[in-house]
């Protein structure tokens, strides 16, 4: 049995715990987040005949990059960077997390998430910074919490590019 | 080999110094021609660096090793010292985990031997503890005769280990994990990662020195003590109070890990199937002290002294039982005693192992010793003596009275305002011999015997006859009068006693005339005072007649007056019980 720790990181109410809660396992409520300020779920994913378990640590939603508590980061194999595509502050603001993570962690894979991709109406996130972000070689998922969509897609994905790091 | 170097190497600067070049370069050639190329070679071993590096390093072991005396060693301390200090100085933290596996028990032997004093003085703070727990303890202390300290001790040995997590220690990842038989561990992963991030949170959130960790939570009886190595960290749940060699236990259980895998624990990348082979070790912190402590101490209070004590508390407890159901039952029957008619209990107690009992008794009154069985009392530990005495009380004067008087069955009596009543007919003989002894009875003012009949008054009267006739001679209508109320008196008396009375009535005759006339005359006289009384009594008297003509005669004849006299009716009561 593989293990690995991610982290989740992203501004206030950007739909982070909402995202896992309904695809992960948890014995913790999410009054951790305002008490510790991360919460510990699991989640086992299957990337060919390779099962992972996911520790997932769910960081407490932080505006800047300075509200990031660098020790809870230690050790992740991957992130996931949650971004609310019906605000575009918090895309830039997940811009700088990953700065601080990777200052942190080093180049371990990470995926972007625009959550609440249902919300199309109110959406604020144009193909052209889409593309731009593209550009740094990042991979975007769209994903909503509400509908389920892309959150499977999300987990897959990190594994599988943590898993070509973990043979490699 | 080497001693010959310098000499070649001192050789050459001397040379030059000749004035004709070609020739002494010739004649160089011509002497040294074969050496030439040794010297160069000589020369270029001792100028370049890179091979003087690699010649030296091959005989610097040797020559090290070969050093026997402390000047080598005198030589390099201070550049060694000077290294580690700058080691230290520049990051400490590959020589404090190169040392970690050393170190720890080394420190710990030197505590161990520090704290052995402190115990001391631990345990003199303890004694002035003055908690309700305390308090408890120290009853408990004088109860079992053990020093407070022990007695604490006791109390607060008592722990097991139910779960171990091995948590690689960067990761926050659980690495494998132990639990004691029955003890449910929920999602032991998601459990280390959470304390792992709380560890993160203690020593982020509160400033402590660089080296400050979370060593324990509490959560009422159970503890998480987590213990740190640089690699991976130990968390284990107690339930109760562990001592401290716990600790010690744990501390030498990472070190071996850390020694064992150490590299898995560097290249750990998420594969925790490497770390299987730690449940011996993690297994052994799976310790458990239940209470054996206090068995032991039960085990040793067994003690003849305790086995003696013992047995006399259970004699004392049987003899005690015994003594308090004599008690009760001799209380029981004095008491009795107290309340029984005839007998007055003057004193008793105890007098050379045996009861004693005095007291005057009443010869009418009932039997001490058949009192005695009745309350179970045994009659061999008890002496009695009993002063006989005549009871007043109107029970006994009235049983004393019968007893004398010895009254007919015709005869009630009984007492009423301390008096003796007499209810009833009886003969005249027992009426005077009662009224005369009555005056002589103890408790008994006087005698009633208003309601006594005497008999004679109906068997006495002689009812007269003219001669040869059956009607009476004039002038006792008076005397026949008085035996009717008698006789109705007699009725009354009989209903009131249950009793059937008959009157026997006997017709008599004198002696003159012949028999046959005498018959007749007899029961014509009868008949005729049977027909008289019978139309005189409300109630039917139970009459029979017996004409005994001059057969039985009333008195022998002399006199004219004796004839007379036989010419008569008499009477007698006979009584029987109603059926």
Redesign the interface.
């Known amino acids: 049995?593989?293990?690995?720790?991610i982290c989740m990181l992203g501004s206030f109410a950007v739909g982070k715990t909402s995202l896992v809660r309904r695809f992960v396992?948890?014995?913790?409520t999410d009054k951790?987040h305002t008490t510790?300020?991360?919460k510990?779920?699991?989640k086992t994913v299957k990337v060919g005949e390779q099962e992972?378990?996911l520790?997932l640590?769910d960081l407490e939603g932080s505006e800047t990059e300075h509200d990031l508590?660098k020790?809870?980061l230690?050790?992740?194999?991957g992130y996931l960077l949650v971004a609310d595509g019906t605000r575009k502050d918090t895309l830039y603001q997940v811009l700088s997390l990953q700065l601080r993570a990777e200052e942190a962690l080093g180049p371990v894979p990470f995926l972007l998430l625009l959550n609440k991709s249902d919300l199309t109406d109110m959406w604020e996130i144009d193909e052209r910074e889409r593309a731009a972000i593209e550009q740094k070689n990042w991979k975007i998922i769209n994903t909503s919490a509400k509908t389920g969509q892309g959150v499977e897609d999300a987990f897959l994905s990190l594994t599988e590019k943590m898993m070509e790091k973990?043979d490699g | 080999m080497q001693s010959d170097a310098p000499d070649v190497l001192d050789q050459e600067p001397a040379v030059p110094s000749s004035n004709d070049d070609e020739s002494m370069a010739e004649l160089r050639t011509l002497l040294l021609g074969p050496a030439e190329k040794q010297i160069a070679e000589v020369h270029e071993r001792l100028t370049d660096p890179q091979r003087q590096l690699k010649e030296v390093s091959h005989v610097l072991p040797a020559a090290i090793r070969s050093r026997k005396d402390d000047e080598l060693t005198d030589a390099l301390a201070p550049t060694v010292t000077a290294a580690l200090q700058q080691s230290v100085r520049k990051n400490p933290k590959p020589l404090a985990d190169a040392i970690f596996p050393i170190i720890g028990p080394a420190i710990r032997k030197a505590i161990a031997a520090a704290l052995s004093g402190m115990v001391q003085s631990l345990n003199q703070s303890m004694t002035y503890s003055l908690s309700i727990k305390g308090l408890q303890w120290r009853l408990e202390a004088l109860r079992t005769g053990k020093s407070f300290a022990e007695v604490v001790l006791l109390k607060t040995l008592r722990y097991r280990v139910e779960q171990v997590f091995l948590i690689h220690k960067e990761t926050g990842l659980l690495l494998h994990k132990a639990s004691a038989a029955g003890i449910k561990v929920q999602d032991a992963d998601m459990v280390s990662a959470m304390l792992t991030a709380i560890q993160d949170f203690v020593h982020d959130s509160f400033a402590t020195p660089k080296d400050d960790e979370l060593e324990t939570l509490q959560v009422g009886e159970l503890n998480v003590w987590i213990e740190r190595g640089p690699l991976a960290v130990l968390a284990v749940v107690i339930r109760g109070n562990a001592p401290q060699d716990l600790r010690t236990l744990l501390q030498e259980t990472l070190e071996r890990i850390h020694l064992q895998f150490g590299q898995e624990l560097s290249e750990f990348k998420g594969d925790s199937s490497l770390f299987e082979d730690t449940s011996p070790l993690l297994e052994d912190c799976l310790e458990a002290h239940y209470d054996t402590g206090q068995d032991a101490a039960t085990r040793r209070r067994v003690t003849p002294l305790t086995i003696i004590v013992s047995l006399l508390v259970i004699g004392m407890l049987v003899w005690g039982f015994f003594w308090l159901r004599d008690k009760r039952r001799w209380d029981g029957y004095v008491e009795r005693l107290r309340n029984e008619p005839g007998i007055v209990v003057t004193e008793n107690g105890r007098r050379g192992g045996k009861r004693f009992l005095s007291g005057l008794r009443d010869p009418l009154a009932r039997d001490p010793n058949v009192l005695m069985q009745e309350f179970e009392v045994n009659p061999n530990d008890v002496v009695s003596h009993w002063e006989p005495f005549q009871s007043l009380t109107p029970e006994f004067a009235l049983l004393r009275a019968r007893n004398l008087l010895r009254p007919p069955v015709t005869v009630n009596l009984s007492v009423k305002d301390g008096a003796l009543e007499a209810e009833g007919f009886a003969t005249h003989e027992w009426v005077m011999e009662t009224r005369r002894a009555a005056h002589f009875l103890p408790g008994f003012a006087e005698i009633h015997d208003e309601k006594l009949l005497d008999l004679n008054r109906i068997q006495d009267p002689l009812l007269m006859f003219q001669m040869d006739r059956s009607d009476l001679v004039p002038g006792q209508d008076e005397k026949f009068n008085l035996l009717v109320g008698d006789i109705k008196r007699l009725q009354a008396i009989a209903v009131e006693l249950k009793k059937n009375v008959r009157l026997e009535i006997f017709g008599h005759a004198d002696g003159t005339g012949t028999d046959a006339r005498n018959a007749a005359l007899s029961e014509e006289r009868a008949r005729a005072i049977a027909t008289a009384l019978e139309s005189n009594l409300p109630k039917w008297p139970n009459l029979t007649i017996h004409a005994v003509g001059s057969r039985e005669r009333v008195k022998e004849e002399v006199t004219e007056a004796d004839r007379a006299t036989n010419r008569s009716v008499t009477f007698k009561v006979v009584a029987t019980d109603v059926q």
Request: no cysteine.
């Open positions: 049995m593989i293990q690995k720790k396992e948890s014995i913790y951790y510790v300020g991360v510990i779920d699991k992972t378990t520790l640590w508590r020790s809870y230690r050790g992740a194999s973990h």
